[in-house]
């Protein structure tokens, strides 16, 4: 195991466990709560062709029954410690995340044990799962905006990583209890594993017993640990839906996360969305009316970056927003103001020293370096990164973004066309 000192009361370890665990662990004796994030390296990408949706099926009824426990009483396990605790699936990994007292650690741990390891996958529980994603989909015709981000994701990142974590109507009725089982037993073993964890813990205790209770869980070699694979193609697609409202979605090619230039990147989102005084805000919803919402993010599947503008407003306003949001991102290039890029990256600054108190921000940020980078980076390095960005950077990373290369997506009454 190695260990990476920080002070006298502040440690991080990071090592590549026996059994093919990687573990990282910021122990912060000062904190008074425990935050763990377990990462199995299976996602929507790791989709069978003809059964989309299977990883977030086999993810939401992992709980659902174990070896030593029936649902209710995986919960009522997880309760009685009063554990807070999700599980999530993405396109490249599924996580775990818990938050409970540091007495209650190696508690946890069994009970993730059973989860991860031992699950039964019943098949009324399937079932149930199964149905539930059926209401998913059908409810999803409800919200304009999800139909939206739907159509946004499988556009921009393609068939395989653009799919819909729920999978389709037509993929669920071939999803089987077996199916299911067979997915967890391919994908489910130790090499995909990473796990995080911080605050007031035994880090040598935490690791003697991750390496104790996965030993012998399947493959050890590392696995799921490639770049996201996808091909940013320009398009552009509309979906017909009677709405008041149109919305409008904008992708285009982003930073990774280990890009020199993420810092500025960030910074320049920060300029155009950080809140009330972002441009967007200001220029396209405050000074003109056009819309009833605005925003600007990005989002990095491994090793890749994608841009994302996104806005609701009236049909007739459709394309007049449109070309608004490009506009405010040309000018970023040509008026960038030094007050603009303090705020930003003084606001980015605080956000992250912010978050930086809470335990289960410090474990989310630890579980995220590994999944991106393979290694801890930690804060300081970011925020150094922050604190380095210039006026003269957002500028010229403004001035060479893509902006001829989109994919434009609108659901609503009207599909907008370069001439209106």
Known sequence: MTTRQRSLTDECVHTALDNGVEL??????????????????????????????????????????????????????????????????????????????????????????????????????????????????????????????????????????????????????RITPQAMRDHWQRFYHAGRLQVAAAGPVDAGALAQQIEKRFSGFGASAHAGRGPADFEFKPARRHRHKELE???????????????????????????????????????????????????????????????????????????TTYETLLREMRRVGEDLTEQEVVRARDGLIAQFQTEDDLTRARTSDLSGDLFHFGHPVGQEAKLDALRRVTTEHVTSYARSLPLDQLCVLTVGPREMSDHQ
Not at 130 to 141: D, F, G, S, T, V
Not at 308 to 319: I, V, W, Y
Request: hydrophobic share 40%.
């Open 24 to 173: 990282a662990i910021d122990v912060l004796p000062q904190r008074d709560t425990v935050a763990m994030c377990f990462r199995m390296l299976v996602g929507v990408a790791n989709d069978p062709s003809d059964l989309p949706g299977i990883s977030t099926a086999v993810e939401r009824t992992l709980s659902k029954g174990t070896r030593r426990y029936d649902g209710r009483g995986f919960a009522d396990a997880m309760d009685r410690l009063g554990a807070q605790w999700a599980s999530v699936s993405g396109r490249q990994s599924m996580l775990v995340r818990v938050l409970c007292l540091p007495e209650f650690v190696s508690e946890i741990v069994e009970l993730i044990t059973e989860m991860l390891r031992y699950p039964t996958l019943p098949d009324e529980a399937c079932g149930v799962t199964i149905e539930l994603a059926r209401q998913e989909l059908r409810h999803m015709e409800d919200e304009p905006f999800e139909l939206l981000r739907t159509l946004v994701e499988e556009t921009t990142l393609g068939p395989v990583f653009g799919r819909n974590p729920t999978g389709t109507l037509e993929s669920l009725e």
């Open 245 to 319: 409202q149109q919305y409008i979605g904008i992708t285009l090619p982003g930073l990774p996360r280990g890009h020199e230039q993420y810092a500025v990147e960030q910074v320049l989102l920060g300029v155009l969305a950080g809140g009330m005084s972002g441009r967007l805000f200001t220029e396209v919803r405050e000074k003109q009316g056009l819309v009833y919402w605005v925003g600007a993010w990005h989002e990095q599947p491994r090793a890749r970056g994608i841009l994302h503008l996104g806005a609701s407003t009236t049909p007739e306003r459709c394309h």
